[in-house]
Nanobody
Framework: QVQLVESGGGLVQPGGSLRLSCAAPGSIFRIYNMGWYRQVPGKQRELVAAITSGFSTTFGDFVKGRFTISRDNAKNTVYLAMNSLKPEDTAVYYC?????????WGRGTQVTVSS
């Protein structure tokens, strides 16, 4: 079982920035493929960004260079730095881990972009 704990969400004005963190306690974090997804009511959960154990990254088409995903294996943590936030980025953001064929989710953190 992999526990994922997200933090860093909140309210930000359009054009602002936030950094989300996801801690994944466990000595084998370095082999996890990690990702961030988001979901708004009535819509499917969508990929925001992902980073493999080998540090390859993938982003959702809507990101368009605004977000950065990174990981610190020494801290068992993955980060999502979000810049130039838009109201349409408002959603619950979920951390995701894939390891040995199993998928795990955090409880989510709310991001609200509003003036």
């Amino acid at each position: 079982q992999v526990q994922l704990v997200e933090s860093g969400g909140g309210l930000v004005q359009p054009g602002g920035s936030l950094r989300l963190s996801c801690a994944a306690p466990g000595s084998i974090f370095r082999i996890y493929n990690m990702g961030w997804y988001r979901q708004v009511p009535g819509k499917q959960r969508e990929l925001v960004a992902a980073i493999t154990s080998g540090f390859s990254t993938t982003f959702g088409d809507f990101v368009k260079g605004r977000f950065t995903i990174s990981r610190d294996n020494a801290k068992n943590t993955v980060y999502l730095a979000m810049n130039s936030l838009k109201p349409e980025d408002t959603a619950v953001y979920y951390c995701n881990a894939v390891v040995t064929g199993s998928t795990y989710w955090g409880r989510g953190t709310q991001v609200t972009v509003s003036s």
